[in-house]
Every structure is written in structure tokens, then in C-alpha cells.
């Protein structure tokens, strides 16, 4: 009887940690991991002439890409060059 109680007492003990760490790679882990992949997916299929905002709100028309940049047209005649990875979304996708 002892050792019974015992044993649950020491299930409730290992359920609670395990509970949160599986909490955590679910709404914590996975999405950041899918977020990830998708934007390194659409860094590497972007193209001339695709409208894209920067992460820091600019928003203009890739006019040419390089290695790791890529020079955007924010107005008329205005060109300004950056990293890919600063690129954040496409805004055809904005719905």
C-alpha cells in the first residue's frame, strides 16, 4: 500500500515537467520552426519585379538580386541595396 502511493506521488511529480515541456514545443518550438522554413522558402524563390516590405516597414519592388543582396525601387529613380534576410514578406501575400 505504501509503495502504491508512493509510485503516484512520483508520476505526479515527473507529469507536471513533462506536461510543460510538451507545451512548449507545441506552441513555442514548432511554430517558430515552421515561421523559419517558410520564410527561408520565400527568400530563396524571390524574383525581379515581386513587391516586398522589409522588416523595418519599407516597402518597394525588387529590381535586382545578387548573392546576398537585393536592390529594391522604393520611388521613381530611388534604388536602395539590402541583405536578403532583411527582406520580410511579399505583398501580394497580404490579404
Known amino acids: 500500500m505504501i509503495l502504491l ?3 503516484g506521488s512520483g508520476f505526479a511529480q515527473l507529469f ?4 510543460i515541456i510538451l507545451v512548449a514545443y507545441f506552441f513555442i518550438y514548432r511554430p517558430e520552426q515552421t515561421r523559419r522554413t517558410n520564410q527561408s522558402n520565400f527568400i530563396s524563390n524571390m524574383k525581379k519585379g515581386d513587391k516586398v516590405v522589409t522588416t ?5 519592388k525588387i529590381m535586382l538580386i545578387d548573392n546576398n543582396t537585393v536592390t529594391l525601387e522604393v520611388d521613381r529613380g530611388t534604388k536602395l541595396k539590402f541583405d536578403k534576410n532583411s ?8 490579404k
Open 56 to 60: 523595418g516597414g519599407l516597402h518597394g
Open 87 to 94: 527582406i520580410s514578406f511579399e505583398m501580394s501575400s497580404v
Open 16 to 19: 507536471f515537467p513533462i506536461a
Open 5 to 7: 502511493q508512493s509510485l
